[in-house]
């Protein structure tokens, strides 16, 4: 039998599905939706720590940003973590719908640009 580190351990604590949960099909799907929530609050962060180590701003203080970001996510995984599995997946898809719809710039702003310059693709020049 091979021996699991230190870090494997914790992460499979830290996704465990509750006890409560008593279906294997359930308990993946709360597997899941723990490991997703908290892959978004590491991956958030790490870019955070990123960022506040390679910003040139003196005052700096977008990790405020982040910090208000992170937090409903936290309150989600936690919730993922006990047996109300569904209310933490509606709570995450809603998480997901409002952070589409209020990070879409104003509608005015995009009138009259090109579809290659909204999406961000760098079209070559002869085209």
């Known amino acids: 039998m091979q ?3 230190f870090l494997q351990r914790m992460w499979r604590w830290l996704i465990a599905p509750s006890q409560e ?3 294997p099909d359930q308990r993946r799907q709360a597997t ?3 490991a997703l929530l908290l892959m978004l609050i590491i991956g958030g ?13 003196p005052h700096y203080t977008g990790y405020w940003d982040t910090l208000i970001a992170l937090s409903p996510i936290a309150v989600v995984y936690a919730i993922s973590r006990t047996g109300r599995i569904r209310l933490a997946s ?3 898809i809603s998480l997901v719908v409002a952070a589409i719809y209020f990070t879409v710039p104003d509608p005015a702003a995009l ?3 090109p579809l290659s310059q909204l ?8 085209l």
Do not use: R, Y
Request: hydrophobic fraction near 50%; avoid cysteine.
């Open 111 to 113: 009138a009259g640009k």
């Open 32 to 34: 899941l939706l723990s």
């Open 90 to 92: 509606v709570l995450a």
């Open 45 to 57: 962060a790490l870019v955070e720590v990123i960022t506040i180590f390679t910003t040139d701003q």
């Open 3 to 5: 021996t699991q580190t």
């Open 21 to 23: 949960i008593n279906e």
């Open 119 to 126: 999406l961000g693709i760098g079209l070559p020049h002869a």
